[in-house]
Each structure stands twice: as structure tokens, then as C-alpha cells.
């Protein structure tokens, strides 16, 4: 960076080529978003045989191709806005320095270098001469420049040397600024082929990760998202950014947008599945990465065998991690596997409301778009709930929306929410309320942000399903908040620690309950999460009288008829099966979702 550059510099220019980044970006959205939801939901709907799958092979790998230009184009164009920023500063003080010396009279040479007039008060009838002052950034020169100043006859020399140490201050500045972007602007640059990779995707995650720390003085002016708000809160601060903002937001900061409750769902899902794609590209190069399992075990003859030095440290370093990876990939493609069932027989657009695969893994799935439904389902699962095996919950939460939305004309949303640390162990862990309890805050607060964006004129009417140790979570919901639904429905529950239907934090009569034929968990888990009433009744009062009093009953379960919820009838079997397809536990559920109470069958 010199003078003549720094002079030239338009930042305006640079946020113009960031506009038109981000316009490749809203045009790489909407086609994905028309191939992905109109295009393949139309042929899945419609078309089968080799061709057809073909075809959709090819339209998935174009989808992907419009998501990487999303992605790659908003981290572009937040860069350029981010340097801008960052040259602003120099570049006015440079041009404020240029015009105090034109104000002058005073000439600024091509190297930043100021010339000055003859000025001053004359001597032997002659003006003391001009010069030129070339500025620098040491202090020690500057500090010698301002003495000699001092003693020049010459007035204006002094202000000539501080218009040029001004300008060579700007240009420092400038090219601190341009070697700082310089080598992270050109890392943004995609391969040269139509295929986006595993490595691509990660390298997109990389170049993000490199671009909030280039970019931290211009993200500190960002306002970033805020932290532990409320869904109001966070909705009133989406509205105050401007599309500018926005966009540099959702391209930095994707796994915190995406997990804001109150933001619209439209926006949500797009910062999720940018992080489920970068996600998905580190995972694969990491699990790609590992060396191969070697030879466990080693003969020792008539002695037996051992476990190979080999194995041993192979065990050791990879084998818990490779199942990480593994159960994070395959839950990750058990997403992607709901969104490519958009349009078969009638599925509705699937939103990823939350994603993260650290730990036990995090999925919030919606069937179509909760802000707009008038009618919205919110499934919790139980103990043994993990991101590897999402599949079978997003499953159960499709077959809902398909018999809800056979009941009704308005708009359903089915959603599964796996936003909390389930226990994974059924006899270790299952009893421990500590999964519930430290879950149940963040899912009242997802259930804030429901009503907080749903945009229909009622507000929409909300339902709450909780199975076996899900319910356990939905009452501690209630038992530590306020569970913002209409109605709550519980199967195969095991206890929700509070002892009346009327604690759920629903209207009366409207807490639902299935406990089918075969269903162990109800009873054994009744003395671990069940409630407690104190009730009239006759208690002993010594050995040969009894006495009236207050009597508390523990262990009350939701299927007990002291609890009070409505004992919806069922015709399955065992802990799992509340959702087959087209049985009466599945289309009683329906008919709570739409509010069609009368179609309810109890026992």
C-alpha cells in the first residue's frame, strides 16, 4: 500500500463488490431452495424408475453446488465489508490530511511528500523560502522535525510536517490493514470443479473460523447475536440489523443464528444447514483420517490370545472418537434423508431448527413451517436419544403430520426436538431426574419462541408430545416455568414429577395420556419421576382406631386416574410402537395436534 493507492481507494467500491456478493448469494438461495423444494419435490411426488432417481442424483449434487456459492459468496462479501472497515479509518485520515494542505496552498507530491510556499515575514526583503516536508511515522524524526519547525522562519513548514507525518500515519495504517486481508481474501477461492467435497465444505468452515478472527474489529460494530435472551429479545434484535447486517451474521455466526429461538424458521434453517454441511465435511475428513483398525489379537498358542500392542494404542486414540464421528454422520444423513422426502406424498418443507454434534448430538427437525401453521406439534424422546439415531424420531413425528394433516384444512407442523442430553442408559441413567431438569429451560424457551414467531391471526394452537423419559422433561418444564402449549400429550410415561394433570400448565381437560398393553416403563419408573397429592382420607391412628387427615399418595403417574389427564385408548403394544402407522394411538394423537377433541377415543 503507498500514497497513490491509499489516495485512490474507494471503500464504497468494496462494499458495492460485497452488495454484489451478496446478490450471488440470494440468487444461489432461492435456486436451491426452488431445486431442492420445487424442482425434486415435484419429481419425488410424480416420477419414478432409474431416470427419474438419475435425474434427482444430479439435482441433489446442483443443490449442493448452490449451497457451497451461498456460503463461500457470503463469507466473500462479508470479508470485503469487513475490510472496509478496517481501510476506513486510514483512508479519511489520509484524505483529511490532503485537504488541510490543498486548504493551504500546499503541493502533496505522488509519495505523500508536502511542498510549501515562500511565507513569513521578509528578511533583507526577501520571503523566507519554501521546501517540501516528508513525513514519517518515528517518533524520534518526528520530535527532530518539530524542533527544526521551531526554528524555521518559514510558518508554514510546520504545518506542512504535519500534514505529511499525518499522511504517512495513514499510509502505515493502510498497509497494516492490506497485509492483514491480503492473504485471507485469497483463501477464498473455491476448487476449480463442479464437485463440492467433503473438503470444500470443511475448507468453508476453516475460512469462517479465519474470518471472525481477521475480522474482529468489524464484527465488534456487527452487534452480534445476543446471549441467553429472551425469544423477544432475540426477535427484536433480528429486526433492528440491516440486510447488510444479517448477511454477515448468517455468515459468520450460523450456529449461533441458528439456534435463537424467536427468530423466523426460514432463517434458522438456512444458518443450520450451513452448519450441517461444514459440519459434515470436517466429520468425514476426520473419520477418513483415521488409520485402519489393526489385527486385535494376537496368538500365544495353547495359551490363548492377547490383544496386540497395535490395537492397543489404535483403541485407545481412534476408537471412541471413530464412533462419534460415525453416529454424528449417520444422524446427520438421516436429516438430509428427511429433506430429500419433501414432496413424497404430500411432505411438506422440512426446517432444521437446531443442529450441533458435539456430545449426544442436537436436532430440532420441523415438517413444514411452524411460523405459519395453525396447528404445531412438538415431539420430545426419551431415554436412549442421540443424534446417530434421529431417524426413528423424525419418523414418528412425519407419521403425525401425515394423520394430522388428513384431519384438518389448516396448516400443520410436526417437529422433532432432540434439544436437550437424554440419558442413554436405561438403568443407569433413566432414573436421574438431572437430564430433565437440565433440559427442561431450553425447552420452554423453544416453546416461547414458537408463539413468538408463529404470524397466524390466533396465534396458532400448540401441542406438546412427550414419550417415556420425554415426559419426564415436559414436566419438569411446566414444574420449573411456564410451558407455553394448549395441550400436553404423554406415552408410555414414566412419571413428569408433579402429581396432578392441572400442573402441566394447560386448561383442564386438556392433558392427554397413552399407556398401552405391555408398556413396562410406566410402573417402574413411577418411583423415580412420578408426583406426589396430599389427599383426604383415613389413615391409622393407633393400633385398634383410624383417624381422618391429609394422606400424601407418591409415585402418581400420569395413567393413574388420581393424575386426571384424559386415558386416550390404544391399540399397540410395548414402549415403542405409539406411532405406528394407522393405529388408534397414533390417530388419537393426530386429533389432540388439530384440536378435533371429539374424534378422541378414551378409555
Given amino acids: 500500500m503507498d500514497f497513490t493507492t491509499l489516495k485512490s481507494l474507494k471503500p464504497s467500491a468494496y462494499e458495492d463488490a460485497a452488495g454484489g456478493y451478496q446478490a450471488a448469494v440470494t440468487m444461489a438461495t432461492r435456486t436451491k431452495d426452488e431445486i431442492e423444494n420445487g424442482i425434486v419435490a415435484a419429481m419425488r411426488g410424480s416420477l419414478r424408475g432409474e431416470a427419474a432417481e438419475a435425474a434427482l442424483r444430479e439435482l441433489g449434487e446442483l443443490r449442493k453446488n448452490f449451497h457451497y456459492i451461498q456460503i463461500e459468496c457470503g463469507l466473500v462479501g462479508t470479508a470485503l465489508r469487513a475490510f472496509a472497515a478496517d481501510i476506513l479509518p486510514a483512508k479519511s485520515k489520509l484524505d483529511a490530511a490532503v485537504a488541510d494542505a490543498v486548504a493551504r496552498k500546499f503541493t502533496v507530491g505522488p509519495g505523500g511528500s ?20 516528508n513525513g514519517t511515522t518515528d517518533e524520534t524524526a518526528r520530535a527532530i522535525n518539530r524542533q527544526a519547525a521551531g526554528f524555521d522562519p518559514n510558518p508554514d513548514y510546520a504545518y506542512a510536517q504535519d500534514c505529511a507525518d499525518r499522511i504517512a500515519s495513514a499510509v502505515a495504517e493502510a498497509t497494516t ?59 427484536a434484535w433480528w429486526q433492528t440489523l440491516t440486510p447488510e447486517e444479517q448477511a454477515g451474521c448468517l455468515a459468520l455466526f450460523p450456529d449461533r443464528v441458528g439456534a435463537l429461538d424467536g427468530l423466523p424458521s426460514d ?16 466429520y468425514q475428513l476426520e473419520l477418513d483420517a483415521i488409520p485402519p483398525e489393526p489385527t486385535k489379537f494376537r496368538s500365544l498358542g495353547a495359551d490363548g490370545v492377547v490383544y496386540t500392542d497395535e490395537w492397543l494404542d489404535w483403541h485407545h486414540q ?31 418443507e422440512a426446517y432444521l431448527l437446531g443442529f450441533s454434534p458435539e456430545g449426544t448430538g442436537r436436532a430440532i427437525i ?10 404445531t406439534a412438538v415431539y420430545v424422546p426419551g431415554t436412549t436419544a442421540n443424534l446417530g439415531g434421529i431417524e426413528g424420531d423424525i419418523n414418528r413425528m412425519t407419521r403425525v403430520w401425515r394423520e394430522a394433516n388428513s384431519m384438518t384444512s389448516g396448516d400443520v407442523s410436526t417437529v422433532t426436538w432432540l ?14 431426574s438431572h437430564f430433565a431438569d437440565d433440559g427442561a429451560p431450553a425447552f420452554n424457551t423453544f416453546m416461547d419462541g414458537l408463539h413468538t414467531t408463529n404470524t397466524t391471526d390466533s396465534g396458532g394452537h400448540h401441542t406438546v408430545i412427550g414419550h417415556s423419559y420425554g415426559t419426564t422433561l415436559v414436566g419438569s418444564a411446566a414444574r420449573q416455568g411456564d410451558l407455553s402449549t394448549d395441550d400436553v400429550v404423554l406415552a408410555g410415561s414414566p412419571g413428569v414429577q408433579v402429581g396432578r394433570a392441572t400442573d402441566l400448565d394447560v386448561p383442564a381437560g386438556h392433558v392427554w395420556n397413552e399407556d398401552a398393553e405391555g408398556d413396562p416403563v410406566p410402573e417402574i419408573g413411577r418411583w423415580g419421576h412420578g408426583g406426589t397429592q396430599e389427599v383426604d382420607g383415613i389413615r391409622p391412628a393407633g393400633p385398634d ?21 384424559n386415558r386416550m385408548r390404544t391399540n399397540t403394544s410395548g414402549h415403542s410402537d405409539y406411532w405406528n402407522e394407522g393405529s388408534e394411538s397414533l390417530k388419537n394423537q393426530a386429533a389432540v395436534v388439530v384440536g378435533a377433541y371429539g374424534k378422541v377415543k378414551l378409555e
Fill in 114 to 133: 508536502v511542498g510549501y510556499p515562500a511565507a513569513g515575514d521578509e528578511v533583507d526583503g526577501r520571503l523566507p523560502r519554501g521546501g517540501t516536508a
Fill in 419 to 432: 434439544g436437550y442430553d437424554a440419558p442413554q442408559n436405561i438403568v443407569l441413567n433413566s432414573p436421574d
Fill in 318 to 348: 481412534h476408537e471412541g472418537r471413530k464412533a462419534h464421528l460415525e453416529a454424528s454422520l449417520k444422524g446427520m444423513d438421516s436429516i438430509q434423508k428427511r429433506f430429500d422426502q419433501t414432496g413424497i406424498k404430500g411432505m411438506p
Fill in 545 to 565: 382406631g383410624y383417624a381422618s387427615g391429609k394422606q400424601t399418595i407418591r409415585g402418581i403417574i400420569p395413567s393413574d386416574e388420581l393424575f386426571g389427564a
Fill in 267 to 282: 432463517i434458522r434453517d438456512e444458518a443450520n444447514r450451513t452448519v450441517l454441511d461444514e459440519k459434515r465435511g470436517r
Fill in 177 to 235: 490493514v492490506d497485509q492483514k486481508w491480503a492473504p485471507h481474501l485469497r483463501r477464498l477461492e473455491a476448487d476449480d470443479d463442479l464437485t463440492v467435497s467433503a473438503a470444500d465444505l470443511a475448507d468453508a468452515a476453516d475460512d469462517m473460523d479465519d474470518l471472525r478472527s481477521t475480522g474482529s474489529s468489524y464484527l465488534n460494530d456487527l452487534k452480534g447475536p445476543p446471549k441467553d435472551a429472551t425469544p423477544e429479545a432475540n426477535a
Fill in 366 to 375: 420441523a415438517n413444514g413451517n411452524p411460523d405459519t401453521a395453525d396447528h
